[in-house]
Structure formats: C-alpha cells, structure tokens
C-alpha cells in the first residue's frame, strides 16, 4: 500500500514538472551600446554591444514557467557569420563583450531562438560594422588576363614567301590590383596595372629603349584621395578641359581639384612633360625641372537666377620638354617651352533651347637651348612667338515640337561653329591645327517621321597671305535626309502595301578644293596655274532596306563625279558609279546568314577607260548555348578593265571555332575564350602591258587562349 502510494505521489511530480517546462517566448528589442544608446551608426570592429530582448511567459495550469526554469537556447548571424559563440546571455540580453573583431561591412544582424525543437527568427536590424583600419569600406580586388596567341602553321604558295615567324606563341598577361576605401566623406581609390609579356617586342619600353625593355614592366598607377568637395590624384592622371591649350592631357604626376555645392572650383595639375610607363620615374617627378607640365585652373557659374547662366573657366600653363627621339621614326627634334593662357565660357539657356561655349587660347611657344641638338656649338635662336586661337560654338532649337497643319510633329535646330588658329599657334598639352581658318552652319529638322541634315562648311589656310606660300580654300555643301516609308504610310488603308515599304536614305555633298592666290615662281617655286589646285567632287548616294520578321534587305546606289579645273588637267576627270545589294537571315536564335553583291564601274575620262570591281562575300555564324561558336566567311573580288590592261582576282576565306569560358565550367574559376582559326589568302595579278603576272597565296591556322582570373 505505502508503494503505490509513494509511485503515485512520483509520478504526480513529474507529470507536473513536465507540463511546466513551456518555453519562454523572446522577441527582438534593441541593439545598444555598451552605454546602453542605441546603434544606428558605424561602429568599431572590437566594440561592445548588447542585444535587448523582450520576454513574454507562458502559464500552464497554474504553475509558472519562472518557477520551473530550463536554458534558453539563442543563435546570433551577422550576414553569413554565426558569431553564437561571441555573447553571452543574462537578464533577457545577449551580451557582446568586445575585443574580438567582427566581421567588417553592412550586414544584417538576426536572432534565432531554439522553439520547440526548430530555430526560429524573433528579430533582426542592420549593423554596420568599420575594418580594423576604421574603415566602412575596404576592398581589395586582384586582377589577371592572359593572353595566349599562338601561330601553329604557315604555308606561303606561288610568289609569297613565308613571313619571319612563320610559328609561334606569345604570351602576355596582365596583372592588376583594385582598392577602394571609404571613412564617411573620405573616398581612396587606386589601381595598378603590370605588364608581362613572352615577346620583348611587346614591351611597353621597346619603342624607346628596344632591346634594353624589360619584358615585366609597369604600365601605369594610380592613388586618388576625394574628402569632401577635395581630390587629390597621384600616377597616371588626366587634367585639362580646354581644347585649345590643354585638353584632357594624360600624364604621370599629381592633380587636384576643388569643385564645391555652387560648382566654384580651382584645380591644379604637376605633371610630367612627356608620357611615361614604366618602374623608372615612378611618381612622373623625378625630372620635373627638365620637362613638365604645370597649370592651375579655376571656374565659376554667373547669372543662374537669369534665364541665361553662365559658367566662366580659366587655365594657365607653363610646360617644357627636351628632345626625345623614336628609334623607329626619323626625325630631328629639338626642346620645347611653352606658356599660355586659357579661358571657355559656356551660355546655357534654363528653357534649354539656346547653348553657346566660347573657348580662347593665347600661347606663348619657343624652342630653348637644346644641347642635344647643338652639340656645344651657338646655334641660331628661333623667334619666340606669342599667338592665339578661338573655338566658337552655337546651338539654337528654331523650333521644338510644332505640330504642323498636317498634324506632323517638327523641330528644327541650327547650329554655328567658327574657329581659327594663327599661322604660329602651337601648344605642348593640345593637339590645334594652326595656320587656318574654319566656319561651319548647319540644321537638322524632324518633321513627322522624315529626319535629315544639312550643312555648309569653309575652311582656308594660310592666314597671313605670305606671297610664297599657297592659299587655298575648301568648300563644302552637304544634305541627307531619311524616308522610313512603312512608318509614313501607316494608316490602315496601306496596311497591306505597309509590310513591303522600305526606309529610304538620301545624301549629297559637294566639295570644291582651290587656290586662292597665284604664287610667283622666284619665290615659291609654283609654275603659273598648272600647279594651282581646283577641283569640284560631287556625291550621290541612295539606299533602301527592308525589314522582315527573320531577314533583311538592303540595297545602296552611289554615284560620284570628280571634275578636275586645274590648268593642264581638264581631262584628269573621274566617274564612280556603285550598286551593292545585302541579304541577312536570322534562321533561328543560334544561327545566322549574311550575303553580299557589289559592283564598282569607275571611268576614267584622261585614258577613255572604265576600271570594273566585281565582288561577293557571304557569311555563317553559328552560337550554341553552352558558349561554343562556329563562324564561316568567304570572300571573292574580281577587277579588271574595258582596254584589258590588267586583271586581279583576290580570295579570302577564314573558319572560326570559339568557345566562350563561364567561371565554374570545366573546373576553371575564370571566364574567357578558347579559339582556334584557320585563314585562306590567294591573290592572282595579270599586268598584260608589261606582260607580268604574278600569285601570291597563304594559309595560316592560329590558336588563342583568353583567360580573366
């Protein structure tokens, strides 16, 4: 009896102890500091942090959960990371003592709690995390491409001969790393770029140092630091906005700017007088008394509460360079200075229908005492020459948008541009053709579906009207204009007929070259008006195309005429005529077709003689889905002429087989391309006056590995 009653009494007991032990429910709070503020910035990689949870009990009958107690159960993830095992709880908390580093970056932070039996999320927010460094953003990004391209076969027929590599396989690769940093309102960026290669040829140096280049070189670097509405720049940089003294120069040196929230800006450049790549003169500095580059600039916006703002820019420049030759080119060079003086000023209309930009350059240019040049020896000095140089642009929307009594829809924009150079107007940080003069007005109008341009342009050198020199003028007249004939006829009617309309293209242009002085022959050398040029060259061209579902057809007309007005050349006149017709088929998603008929009849009016150019071309591309392509082109062109002077038959053909690399896919973590191509090159020449003929032939098959790591 006392046995069952103590068995039950157990029992009892337990049965009650099993039904108390209901898990306490928690729900996500806060996440404080270890002074008890709350996160909603960057913080330190090391610091403390608490996250606060709210605890709600569960009752079953009428006994309590806090009564009957078992180990709560929590997992923390920031992102990716289980970082459980870094807190610890009390008192409805999960505590982050510090000390030991986080993993840095934007992540969100999410709680789970063990619920019977399955984790389950109770909260989660963002927290931002900075490096070690105390940095918010810290990336490292290492680069490499590799280039393998390789010659396997070479095989030279008739009069060709096989080149001096008939096979071979260089390599190149490029090796790069990519950073970028960010604290707050401080951004770092840089990047460096290694150059290696199989062939010393392919050097970076070869061209200046040939045999002496290094065949790992450095070919450029760059370390930009931007806090605020500051920038500073160090390596290979560009600098420079003006077109006319320096003009987006790319140097290895130092650059900075200051542009601020009203767009007020200065800026500066120290930069070297010559490109430079390579280990040596690393910073770009090292010969900076020698040759440099030196300028300030400055901006700032006028007027922009007016209908019209205005934004002024200005530059000085102080540059010198010493002589450097290419052992490739020959030439005599000399050291050169130069100093100026740039402004632009842009007008901008707020209603954006009117836009002009002024930009001027005055220079200031010399060639120094060269002692590379002179050898020891008093050479005779140049004049040094101060000239200027202007670029005026001007864009006005006639009209915008009119719907005309038709019902079409038209707009109309003018255009003026009208620059010149003097004679001796020269720049070390800009490439200005001087010595000439150039106006240009032009329009171009919408009207519906009809669109087009036209245009008139006049360019004369010589501006100084040396008596000696010849002055000659180039005139140019130009119209096109576009007829998309399926859109024009549109309405329901011509539904039918629509599906047949092709786009029309029309253009025109007229050139006429001529001298506009007769230079004496004591003085110039010219023999009267037989060396005087004139000539008028007049260009017709139309085109039409149609677009179907799957295929294309074009089909283009050309005509020239090239009149000859020079004294003793009245003949030496020239006839073009041209038609060529396409066909391209897109026969499914992996496979398309093009083909192509071309004739040429040129007239020759001085020899009373047409000169034929026949020719057909046609291609195949094929493009699987896992990347892998076929490409098959053909060519054939046939020339010969009415009196039966020569002939000349060219063929071409080439095969093409590429497969295109995704990283993850044949094992290998990088993308790129795999091609091999075989080429086909035959060239027959007939010459019955001098009763030669010859033939030349090759065919060559070349293997390419392209690889990105």
């Known amino acids: ?132 460094n105390g940095f918010q953003q810290a990336e490292w990004t290492p680069t490499l491409d590799l280039n393998i391209n390789s010659q396997l076969d070479e095989q030279a027929s008739g009069d060709a001969v096989e080149s001096d590599r008939p096979t071979y396989s260089d390599v190149t690769a490029n090796l790069g790393l990519l950073s970028h940093h960010q604290k707050g309102d401080l951004l770092i960026d840089s990047h460096i770029n290694l150059l290696l290669v199989s062939n010393r040829q392919q050097a970076i140096q070869f061209g200046t140092r040939t045999n002496n280049a290094k065949k790992l070189d450095l070919a450029d670097y760059a370390v930009s630091i931007q806090n605020g509405f500051h920038n500073i720049t160090l390596g290979q940089t560009s600098y420079g906005s003006n077109s006319l003294l320096i003009d987006n120069l790319s140097r290895r040196g130092l650059t900075w700017a200051y542009q601020n929230e009203s767009d007020l800006s200065f800026n500066g450049a120290i930069l070297n007088g010559t490109d430079i790549v390579g280990y ?3 910073f770009g500095l090292s010969d900076h008394n020698e040759q440099f580059v030196n300028s300030l600039g400055f901006g700032f916006n006028a007027f922009t509460e007016s209908r019209i703002s205005l934004r002024i820019e200005g530059n000085y420049l102080d540059a010198e360079r010493l002589s450097q030759s290419n052992f490739g080119i020959g030439e005599i060079t000399s050291a050169e200075k130069n100093q100026g003086l740039g402004f632009k000023l842009t007008a901008l209309d707020q209603e954006g229908r009117f836009s002009a930009d002024l930009t001027l350059g005055f220079s200031r240019y010399t060639n120094p005492d060269d002692p590379d040049l002179s ?22 929307v006639l009209v915008q948008n009119w719907q005309a009594p038709w019902g079409s829809d038209t707009s109309i924009n003018l255009n003026l541009n009208d620059s010149k150079a003097e004679p001796l107007y020269q720049t070390l940080t800009a490439f200005v053709q001087a010595n000439i003069k150039n ?92 060396h005087l040029p004139d000539q008028l060259t007049t260009v017709h061209s139309l085109s039409s195309s149609w677009q179907f579902e799957n295929y294309s057809v074009s089909l283009q ?31 499914n998603e992996t496979t398309s077709w093009a083909f192509s008929l071309g004739k040429n009849r040129q007239y020759d009016k001085e020899q009373q003689k047409n000169q034929y150019s026949k020719s057909i071309t ?62 086909y090159n035959d060239n027959e020449s007939i010459d019955n006056i001098f009763d030669q003929q010859s033939r030349f032939g090759t065919k060559t098959a070349q293997l390419g590995i392209n690889l990105s790591f």
Do not use: C
């Open 618 to 679: 046609g291609s195949f591309n094929w493009q699987s889905i896992d990347g892998l392509g076929l490409s098959i082109n053909y060519g054939l062109t046939k020339d010969d002429d009415s009196l039966n002077q020569s002939k000349n038959i060219s063929t071409n053909a080439d095969i093409g087989l590429v497969k295109t690399l995704i990283n993850g896919e044949w094992w290998l973590p990088v993308d790129g391309s795999i091609s091999l191509r075989m080429n």
């Open 375 to 396: 050898f020891g020896d008093e050479l005779v000095k140049l004049e040094t020459e101060t000239a200027v140089a202007h670029n005026l642009n001007i864009a006005y």
């Open 1 to 132: 009896m006392n046995k069952t009653l103590i068995s039950l009494l157990v029992t009892g007991i337990l049965v009650a102890q099993f039904e108390a032990k209901a898990e306490t429910h928690f729900s996500f709070e806060q996440l404080v500091n270890a002074q008890g503020e709350v996160i909603s910035d960057w913080v330190k990689n090391n610091q403390a942090l608490t996250i606060k949870l709210s605890k709600s009990e569960t009752l079953i009958g009428s006994i309590s959960v806090t009564k009957f107690k078992i180990a709560e159960q929590f997992q923390v993830l920031l992102g990716d990371n289980d970082i459980t095992s870094l807190f610890d709880y009390k008192n409805a908390r999960l505590i982050f003592s510090g000390g030991i580093p986080l993993p840095a970056g934007e992540n969100e932070i999410v709680v789970n709690q063990l619920i019977d039996g399955e984790w389950q999320a109770i909260g989660s927010t963002m927290l931002s995390v900075m490096t070690s």
């Open 439 to 530: 106006r240009l007005v032009s329009a171009q109008y919408q009207i519906g579906n009809v669109s087009g341009g036209l245009s008139n342009q006049s360019s004369q050198d010589n501006l100084d009207n040396l008596v000696n020199l010849l002055t000659t003028k180039t005139e140019n007249d130009s119209f096109n204009s576009h007829f998309p004939l399926a859109q024009m006829f549109s309405h329901e009617e011509a539904s039918a007929m629509q599906f047949w309309l092709p786009s029309l293209d029309y253009s025109y242009q007229k050139t006429h070259q001529f001298a506009l002085n007769s230079p004496e022959f004591d003085q110039s050398g010219f023999n009267d008006d037989s």
């Open 280 to 282: 040596n003169n690393f």
């Open 557 to 587: 007309s050309n005509r020239s005429e090239q009149d000859n007005r020079q004294a003793g050349r009245e003949q030496s006149d020239f006839s073009n005529l041209q038609h060529a017709i396409s066909f391209n088929l897109q026969q």
